[in-house]
């Protein structure tokens, strides 16, 4: 699977900003996509995860609320909604999948759960 994040920018705290992922290659119904972020000199964190197929959406503790995922299978695409942006927000966003095999729902929070991952897009909130 081939990613490519993209709709960063420059935005101020309590906008909104839809950022989105380009899928190609082949993958199966059930494979997890997620999307990242990662702060300046902070780890790369998780934002939210769901199966392609549908069904439920995982997401980070920080962003439950005001983020959501979702995705059009006609297109190959997936989304992120985010809303009422923080500064805190401000990172380089990744969106990742997991391309072979299943994963556990316990285990899409983790960075190392996934095999393919898409160039970022920066993400800049200012307050």
């Known amino acids: 699977v081939q990613l490519q994040a993209f709709g960063g920018g420059l935005v101020q705290a309590g906008d909104s900003l839809r950022l989105s992922c380009a899928a190609s290659?082949?993958?199966?119904?059930?494979?997890?996509m997620g999307w990242f972020r990662q702060a300046p000199g902070k780890e790369r964190e998780f934002v939210a995860a769901?199966?392609?197929?549908?069904?439920?959406?995982v997401y980070a503790d920080s962003v439950k609320g005001r983020f959501t995922s979702s995705r059009d299978k006609d297109k190959n695409m997936m989304y992120l909604q985010m809303n009422s942006l923080k500064p805190e927000d401000t990172a380089v966003y990744y969106c990742?999948?997991?391309?072979?095999?299943?994963?556990?729902?316990?285990?899409?929070?983790?960075?190392?759960?996934?095999?393919?991952w898409g160039k970022g897009t920066l993400v800049t909130v200012s307050s």
């Open positions: 769901r199966t392609w197929s549908g069904g439920s959406t």
């Open positions: 290659g082949r993958f199966f119904s059930g494979v997890v």
């Open positions: 990742a999948a997991r391309s072979t095999g299943r994963v556990v729902v316990s285990a899409w929070s983790s960075a190392l759960s996934y095999d393919s």
